[in-house]
């Protein structure tokens, strides 16, 4: 597209910045109706309307100027626009092309896990393991980052890693993600790396998701058509269709289906769940707030009880919600008991929490893009509202407090809710800060709360005592001489 001369397009502004001077300056010395005012004469007084004149020329010549910028940046926005579509558009026709020379491309025992947000979750669990069984699976594993921190964290214990801008990409890791056999993954396959998904397409996608919900996902979380977005139908692209679905009961197969499309469902249990079942050490404490961690052990070394808020995000006034609360007063109750409050915002509003610990600084934030699960070992109450968090602690045994005070926003402009799992929830519901903190004061759990949550703990968890990395990796070798097995055969 050719821009329009910016000196073309001027020519409109500077005739009417001339006629306007010069109507302005017009003499009026001879006109009979113009008399000076009085106390002054008629020269004073034409050389005020000059002045005035030229004051008048020159904001006019200002606003001229000022249009012809704002004219030209428009422009360049444009053009950046268009250039942006233009890429998009190259991505797209690359990645249509691309996810066939991936079904088509010969497989080798390649196994590349895709990381999150951050490095943590099943997938950092389910490397690690992996990583320790690199012989026993038989398998070349690779990772692939979404940032350079994820980048470093691998390379540091020593791991295969793919390059996290694709710009870095070369030949042989282009051939690597093609060849690639299994992918695991953990969330939708919508990493940094624009062609990510094209090139592991011909993969076995082994699909761990990252958690029990009550909330509607996947298939069930539509939007009106309206606000049908290309970033949601991708969204919903990635919902399958997957090899295998990991779980944590056989029993909740028919659930997930209605969320997700996959051939088989493996219910072996959340990786991340492991570190439950052991003190952390070592690579378990790769990327955990040591902060947090360090601050936790102490109160709990002198006998004080740490209490983890884990809410997960909201749609609509996100991450600003918590401000509305009365978190602070939760905060307070506790520290005056000699207890702390660690408050682990989900992933999704994490990039606020600078910001939000401004306005509640007695609050011990997580650090953001931080790993939370070895911080529960050392929880004595987890708060939560809606996240899965809650199932994965019910294996520890200890107290569960809901706090849900904008629940009625939260069902109405973020998610519905498909919560009949939770026709007992797995502890008490407070509405208000008060309510919460009556909650925290009481001496001692009921026994009907604790019977609750340890019946909806053996209602969802098959396997409660650990070993889930293990039983994936079994599941993983399957899926690699499922994938391999054409490869494989004798000539």
């Known amino acids: ?16 910045a001339s006629t306007v001077s010069h109507r302005c300056t017009a003499p009026l010395g001879e006109d009979a109706s113009v008399s000076a005012p009085a106390g002054l004469t008629v020269e004073e007084r034409l050389a005020e309307i000059e002045g005035f004149n030229t004051n008048l020329s020159g904001m006019v010549e200002s606003l001229v100027d000022t249009i012809l910028h704002l004219r030209n940046h428009d422009l360049h ?31 080798e025992r390649i196994v ?40 470093a964290q691998v390379r540091s214990m020593g791991g295969r890693c793919l390059p996290h801008t694709h710009a870095e990409w070369t030949p042989d890791h282009l051939h690597t993600a093609l060849a690639a056999a299994v992918v695991v993954i953990s969330d939708h396959l919508l990493g940094a790396n624009p062609y990510a998904a094209a090139l592991l397409a011909g993969a076995r996608q082994v699909q761990m998701w990252h958690g029990v919900s009550i909330k509607e996902i996947g298939y069930r979380n539509l939007p009106p058509l309206k606000h049908m977005s290309p970033r949601i139908a991708r969204v919903l692209r990635t919902c399958g269709h997957f090899a295998r679905f990991v779980g944590t009961a056989a029993r909740h197969e028919p659930e997930w289906r209605r969320w997700f499309s996959f051939d088989g469902y493996a219910p072996v ?21 040591e902060e947090a961690w360090q601050r936790a052990g102490e109160v709990q070394a002198r006998g004080g009880r740490i209490f983890l808020y884990a809410p997960t995000f909201r749609d609509a006034n996100r991450a600003q919600w918590i401000l509305q609360v009365g978190i602070e007063r939760v905060a307070k109750a506790i520290a005056d008991a000699g207890d702390l409050l660690i408050v682990n915002m989900h ?14 600084p007695s609050v011990c934030f997580v650090a953001p893009r931080t790993d939370v699960y070895p911080l529960l070992t050392r929880t ?17 045994d200890r107290p569960v407090l809901l706090f849900r005070p904008d629940h009625h926003d939260y069902v109405t402009r973020s998610r519905k809710l498909f919560d009949a799992k939770l026709s007992v929830p797995p502890g008490p519901v407070a509405t208000t800060a008060q309510a919460l903190v009556d909650l925290i004061r009481r001496p001692a759990e009921p026994a009907t709360a ?42």
């Not at 329009?4 to 502004?13: F, G, H, I, N, T």
């Not at 393991?129 to 690199?134: E, G, L, T």
């Not at 019977?451 to 039983?471: C, I, K, P, T, V």
């Open 1 to 16: 597209m050719k821009a329009q001369s910016p000196q073309v397009s001027s020519l409109d502004e500077r005739v009417v």
């Open 77 to 107: 926005k444009l053009q950046g626009r268009v250039a942006a579509l233009e890429q998009e558009l190259h991505v797209e026709r690359c990645n249509r092309e691309l996810a066939e020379v991936s079904r088509l491309h010969p497989k």
């Open 112 to 151: 590349v896990f895709v990381g999150g947000t951050y490095f943590g979750d099943n997938i950092k669990y389910a490397w690690l393991a992996a990583c320790k069984s690199d012989d026993a699976l038989g398998a070349e594993l690779w990772f692939l980052p979404s940032n350079a921190d994820q980048e």
């Open 269 to 289: 249990g959340y990786a991340r769940n492991d570190v439950l079942t052991r003190e952390p050490a070592g690579h378990d404490l790769l990327n955990v707030d």
């Open 347 to 360: 992933p999704v509003e994490q990039p606020s929490v600078p910001e939000i610990a401004k306005s509640l």
């Open 380 to 396: 004595s109450v987890l708060i939560t509202d809606y996240s899965s968090i809650m199932f994965d602690f019910l294996l520890l």
């Open 450 to 491: 604790r019977n609750a949550r340890r019946a909806l703990r053996d209602e969802l968890h098959d396997h409660q005592h650990g070993g889930s990395a293990d039983r994936l990796l079994s599941l993983l070798t399957d899926e690699l001489a499922q994938a391999c097995a054409a490869a494989e055969e004798p000539a």
